[in-house]
C-alpha cells in the first residue's frame, strides 16, 4: 500500500532525523507499540497525537489528553489541536515533528560544485607552509643570538603542537555533531586566520611607527580581536546548521571574552615594569618613517638642557 502522508521527525535545527509513512487515517502518534508513528520519547504519551486529513494538503492534530500537550513551534503555548501545514512545525514532549502529504513537492536538486579553496587539502598546506614561513623569519628577525641554530625552531614546534591541537578540537567536534569533520577546512580557517592576526600585527606595528603615533598599536589589538572572532565564526559554520546570526553572536562574546582575558593577563605582566621605557624589538628602516619629527640641532639642544638638569639635580642631593 502506497503512503498516504510522511511524518517527520526534526532536529534542532530543522533537519529531518527521521520520516514514517502514514499508511491509513486517522493516524496516531506516540510511544506506544500499538501506534502509526513511534517515537522514543519519555515525555510523549503512549497515544499522544491524532493526524487527520483536513484539505488543500493540510492536516487536523489533535491532543489525546496528554499531560504535556502540544505546540506549534516557535510557541510554546499548549494547544488541544490544529490544522497544520507542510511546512508548520509541531512540538510534541521533547520530539518536533512535521506531517507532510505524499504529493508534496520537493525543490529541485542542487548542483554539486567542486569544494572551494578554503577546503580542499592544498589550500590548507599552502596556509600552514606560510605561517610556518612567518614564524620563522619573525623569530630571525626578534632573536638578538645567532649562535644556537636549533633556537629558530622550538617556536615553529610550539605554533605546530598549538595549531594541531587547535584543528583537532574543532574537527573531533564537527564529526560528533554532524558527521564530518572538515579537518582540511579547520586547517585552512585556523592558518589563514592566524595569518591576518600576524598581519594586522604588522601593519599596526609599521603605522604606529610611521606616524610616530603609539597609540596605533592598540588598533591592531582590536583588528585581531575581530579576526579572531570571525575564525570561530567559520569554525562554528563548518560544524553547526544554527542561524548565521546566533552563531556571530556566540563567536563575538567568546572573542571579546579571550582578548579580556589576555589583556589582564598582559597588564598583570607589565605592572613590575612600569615607568621603564617601552621599545620596538625590530629595527625599521628610515624609509617607513612618515613622521617628519624633530631636527638635529632641536633635539640636542634639549639633551643638553636635560643633561644640565640631571647635573643640577645630582648637585643637589651631594
Known sequence: MEPLAFVEVLGRHNEVLARHPVARWPAHVGRGYDGDVILDDPYVAPRHLRIEPFADGRFTVTDLQSANGLSLAPSRARLTGAQVGPEDVVRIGQTRIRVRPASYSVPPELVLRAPSAHRRPLGFVASAAILLALVIWNTWVTTLGRDDKFQFVYPAIGVLVAVGAWIAVWALVGRAVGGRDNFAAHGFVACAGLLAIFAADVVADYLSFAVDASWLEYGGFVAAVVVFAYMIYRHL???????????????????????????????ASESPREGRMRYAQTIKAPVFLWASGDATTAFLASADKLKDKADALSRAER
Open 237 to 267: 559554520r563548518l560544524n553547526s546548521r544554527a542561524r548565521p546570526r546566533s552563531l556571530a553572536v556566540i563567536s563575538a562574546v567568546t572573542s571579546l571574552a579571550i582578548a579580556g582575558a589576555f589583556a589582564g593577563m598582559q597588564l
